[in-house]
């Protein structure tokens, strides 16, 4: 069922340091243009010094918020949707009202977590909770800071992520308003959970545990395995989204895909979803976690491409294993 939904401005937070490939080549030992070559990424940011992972948020909501034209007393409710959280305790959504300066403010906060899809679970509970009438605007911001959490023995995981920052402004358009959210659909597989996970920090590797290890506190990813499982699942799942979607886009003029990997994206076009309709920043941004949609999906919007009007396709997949994907007509 569709439901009304409008991204009034979307805003964004790209760290001062920009990484090249070249120097990660040297850095780890690598033929030079290797990770340019294999892994799709020429170059990415990374966070230091005062951008922490609130900081850069709140940077990106000042920044969407700006392009709106809206101030604080305008928004309803902010929610987190990353997959790396700045700490535990308390919620990276109440750590970015603080760093926005709206430490006594009252706007509730909470944060969405699905991983690389969070932005997309949270584009669905965003419209649900707009349909209801209690909220009349609220903020999304992916912010994703996972530089410090690399394994740097696999050389093919952590040459891919980047750090960076990206809010979008929600509100329900008016009565007859062309933008909606037309589909949404996650589906979870558990059977996957081992691909791509950081075991450590949590209740059973705790950091005082003995049995913790330090390469337990370190992101790791079976690359190869998550693409065979998602390969095995993507046309059944791209069909349950909409009949005939597996073949060709039809009416969908962009698609904005979770920057995963040069071979993510590959098998991707594989579907029909691409490539002269498909929109790509792994290149200069890397895999940004949970902000690598909503980023492609601002560069899509900054550089004219997807109008008013236009329907688009949002899709990926996360840890879980899960897969997630939604239509919007923007």
């Known amino acids: 069922m569709s439901q009304r939904l409008q991204i009034l401005s979307m805003g964004k937070y790209i760290p001062r340091r920009k990484v090249l490939s070249s120097e990660l080549d040297e850095r780890l030992g690598l033929p030079e243009g290797w990770i340019a070559s294999h892994q799709g990424v020429i170059q990415r940011h990374w966070a230091e010094g005062d951008e922490t992972a609130s900081q850069m948020g709140a940077w990106a909501v000042k920044d969407a918020l700006a392009r709106a034209g809206l101030e604080q007393g305008d928004v309803d409710l902010l929610i987190n949707t990353s997959g790396t959280a700045e700490q535990h305790i308390p919620d990276t959504g109440v750590l970015i009202q603080r760093a926005l300066g709206w430490g006594r403010s009252g706007i509730p906060t909470f944060s969405v977590h699905a991983s690389c899809l969070s932005f997309l679970a949270g584009l669905e509970l965003a419209a649900a909770l707009l349909a209801t009438g209690r909220y009349r605007t609220i903020v999304l911001v992916s912010t994703e800071l996972s530089s410090g959490g690399m394994d740097w023995s696999h050389p093919e ?8 920052a990206v809010a979008a402004v929600l509100r329900q358009g008016p009565e ?11 589906e979870s597989y558990g059977d996957g959970a081992h691909l791509t996970q950081l075991p450590g920090g949590g209740s059973r590797l705790h950091p005082n545990h003995p049995d913790t290890r330090p390469e337990d506190n370190v992101f790791q990813m079976d690359g190869p395995g998550v693409l065979r499982m998602v390969s095995g699942l993507a046309g059944p799942f791209l069909e349950r989204i909409r009949p005939g979607l597996s073949k060709g ?3 969908i003029d962009w698609v904005v895909p ?16 691409g490539p002269d309709r498909m929109v790509q920043t792994l290149d200069h941004y890397g895999n940004c976690v949970a902000a690598s949609i909503p ?3 601002l560069e899509a919007i ?4 997807l109008q008013r009007g236009q ?18 007509i923007y």
């Open 157 to 164: 995981t952590a040459s891919l992520f980047g750090d960076l």
């Open 258 to 273: 979770h920057q995963a990997s040069r071979l993510g994206l590959a098998a991707l076009h594989s579907f029909g979803l």
């Open 249 to 251: 886009l039809g009416d």
């Open 311 to 328: 329907r688009v396709l949002l899709i990926g997949s996360g840890a879980g294993l899960s897969l997630g994907a939604a239509i919007l």
């Open 176 to 186: 007859g308003d062309a933008s909606v959210l037309e589909h949404y659909r996650l």
């Open 302 to 305: 900054e550089t004219g491409r």
């Open 295 to 297: 980023i492609t999906l």
